[in-house]
């Protein structure tokens, strides 16, 4: 069932095959995901790709300068009728939430998706609503070098399981792209592949995969090594280390084993604590990469016996 939806995908969304797996990984361990590329390279076709593909209830969120926080929420309308407010959904009461250009919203806004994305739920008026599952935030940000964006604050970005990049197609990608595109194949023509009930199974299944005491242990030293290194300004947090955990599982279970490897955490380490870290003034000043710092510290932490 897995491999025929990741094929499925990547018919429509032509790109690295490593992108919808790290994608399928975040969805099966009810993460969230963070995509990052310049604009019109496959962002929103691979987030509508993929609510298509497993028969999802789909929103979207287009984020600009002026979006208000009651958008995403929803808000109480006072019914002249029946003398009562009622609840209005806002736009994240979707099972799967594609917030395009996130980063081109005020800070404010941005915060409306925490509750959200930490709980499954958003208080409106005081009172809670339970959002749909299976609920997952797609969100796509242009680099923070582009004009008319915000950076997203810590508490923002540490909510996100994966951050993952999308460059530039290859030449063979961008023909068959085109090709795509003039046979009529596009993502509004994707057919489901799996339900969302399925996507529930999966979770439970992907929840249940053993992993020991001494690979919990490799993930949490790959983090202390992130809080102990001087070039970073702050180190990733416990919640991480549980991000961590969980797409190491999912990744395990989508390579068809019920057991975590350490070569599983080692794998999705660098997608899942990347953009948790920021670099000091020093070591921006020196011109210093964070991903290959990261990558480098990966490598030191002792692999478990």
């Known amino acids: ?8 995908i990547t018919e429509y969304f032509v790109g690295k095959e490593e992108i919808t797996e790290n994608l399928l990984i975040c969805l099966f361990a009810g993460g969230h995901v963070l995509l990052e590329g310049v604009p019109g390279v496959g962002k929103t076709t691979l987030a509508s790709t993929l609510a298509r593909s497993v028969k999802c209830d789909f929103g979207r969120i287009q984020f600009t300068p002026d979006t208000l926080p009651t958008d995403v929420m929803g ?4 019914n002249m009728k029946t003398g009562e407010f009622e609840y209005r959904e806002g736009a994240i009461m979707h099972q799967i939430v594609l917030a395009d250009e996130i980063n081109r919203t005020s800070p404010k806004t941005q915060s409306a998706l925490l509750e959200a994305m930490a709980e499954s739920q958003t208080t409106v008026s005081g009172v809670k609503h339970k959002l749909p599952q299976p609920f997952m935030v797609i ?8 004009m008319g964006t915000y950076p997203l604050p810590e508490a ?9 990049t999308i460059d530039y197609p290859e030449e063979s990608e961008e023909l068959r792209m085109t090709k795509n595109m003039l046979s009529g194949k596009t993502a509004d023509t ?14 439970e299944q992907t929840a249940s995969v053993t992993i020991k005491d001494n690979v919990i242990g490799y993930a949490r030293n790959i983090a202390e090594m992130t809080r102990n290194e001087k070039r970073f300004a702050l180190g990733v947090s416990p919640r991480a280390v549980l991000a961590l955990v969980k797409a190491s599982q999912a990744r395990a279970f989508l390579e068809g084993r019920d057991f ?3 070569d599983d955490v080692k794998a999705v380490a660098p997608f899942v604590l990347g953009h948790r870290l920021s670099l000091t003034s020093e070591a921006k000043i020196a011109r210093e990469n964070k ?6 510290l990966i490598q030191k932490t002792k692999l478990p016996l």
């Open 75 to 78: 808000t109480e309308i006072f």
């Open 139 to 146: 969100a796509t940000q242009n680099p923070v070098e582009f």
């Open 190 to 203: 994707v057919e489901s592949v799996i339900t969302s009930e399925d996507v529930m199974k999966i979770r």
């Open 1 to 8: 069932m897995i491999n025929k939806l990741k094929k499925h």
């Open 156 to 164: 923002q970005t540490d909510r996100f399981m994966m951050k993952i």
């Open 260 to 262: 975590v490897k350490p």
């Open 291 to 296: 991903d290959d710092i990261l990558q480098k």
